[in-house]
């Protein structure tokens, strides 16, 4: 088979399997997958749970602290996991966001 009819047959993901909108895929260029932007994302959702920040889908804000909490937990067994393996950078980001969601948590919880 030469190359020309390989690409021609090749399969395309299937946007409903990808749980993407085929626009999508073509105009929203995704962040660079490291672990800062793991960090950023997780302490969005956390916002998200506390009630701070609007739920993306329904623009809504609502709490859950349980998954809160949960989500706090994740970030701080990510800190003991990766200690003396980050930059300075890294860890001095992932001790703030832990702090200031740990401050925010105890703010709701009370």
Same mark, same amino acid.
């Given at each position: ?44 959702? #956390? /916002?998200?749970?506390?009630? !701070? ?7 809504? $804000? &609502? +709490? @859950?602290? #349980? /998954?809160?909490?949960?989500? !706090? ?7 003991? $996991? &990766? +200690? @003396? ?26």
């Amino acid at each position: 088979m030469s190359e020309e009819n390989k690409d021609q047959t090749a399969p395309h993901p299937n946007p409903e399997q990808t749980g993407e909108d085929a626009s999508d895929q073509a105009t929203t260029p995704l962040p660079a997958i490291d672990f800062s932007t793991f960090v950023i994302s997780l302490n969005s959702s #956390a /916002l998200v749970q506390l009630g !701070i920040l609007e739920e993306p889908g329904t623009g809504q $804000k &609502t +709490k @859950n602290l #349980a /998954l809160a909490k949960q989500t !706090i937990d994740v970030l701080a067994m990510l800190q003991e $996991k &990766t +200690k @003396n393996n980050l930059n300075r950078d890294e860890e001095s980001m992932l001790k703030s966001i832990l702090y200031d969601l740990r401050m925010l948590y105890v703010k709701e919880k009370a």
